[in-house]
């Protein structure tokens, strides 16, 4: 479920199939159809115990469209089993990871306020 915790970001609480699946589509084509100003994503990770070759594409796809559009993506929260599949695939390099979702927002709106300060 996402819950826009405020103009610029976006948290999504995942959980396993196939509600990851339909979370990570709904996300995207969130992103897909917004026209301006795209929010940052936070996915809560706390309660995916199982993640599969299409759900590590819908990420990856997930995050293209947000780097074209000058929006960053966050995972939290990953649990053991999932963390071990990021690090077989060498993924935990490609995607940038917060223990929590707290910590998550907090550097997403650091990042913000360093990108309005530079401006």
């Not at 963390?83 to 060498?90: A, I, P, R």
């Given at each position: 479920m996402?819950?826009d915790w405020?103009?610029?970001?976006?948290?999504t609480d995942?959980?396993d199939?196939?509600?990851l699946?339909?979370d990570l589509h709904a996300?995207?084509?969130?992103?897909q159809?917004?026209?301006g100003?795209?929010?940052?994503?936070?996915?809560?990770?706390g309660?995916?115990?199982?993640?599969?070759?299409?759900n590590?594409?819908?990420l990856?796809?997930?995050?293209?469209?947000?780097?074209?559009r000058?929006?960053?993506?966050?995972l939290?929260?990953?649990?053991?089993?999932?963390?071990?599949?990021?690090?077989?695939?060498g993924?935990?390099?490609?995607f940038?990871?917060?223990?929590?979702p707290?910590?998550?927002?907090a550097?997403?709106q650091?990042e913000d306020?360093?990108?309005?300060?530079?401006?």
């Amino acid at each position: 479920m996402s819950t826009d915790w405020s103009e610029h970001i976006v948290v999504t609480d995942l959980s396993d199939e196939p509600g990851l699946s339909e979370d990570l589509h709904a996300i995207i084509d969130r992103v897909q159809a917004s026209k301006g100003r795209v929010p940052h994503v936070v996915l809560n990770f706390g309660a995916v115990t199982y993640v599969n070759s299409s759900n590590l594409a819908q990420l990856l796809r997930l995050k293209k469209l947000l780097h074209e559009r000058d929006a960053h993506l966050r995972l939290c929260s990953v649990v053991d089993q999932v963390w071990s599949v990021f690090l077989v695939t060498g993924l935990d390099k490609v995607f940038r990871f917060a223990p929590d979702p707290m910590t998550a927002l907090a550097g997403l709106q650091i990042e913000d306020e360093e990108k309005e300060n530079r401006s």
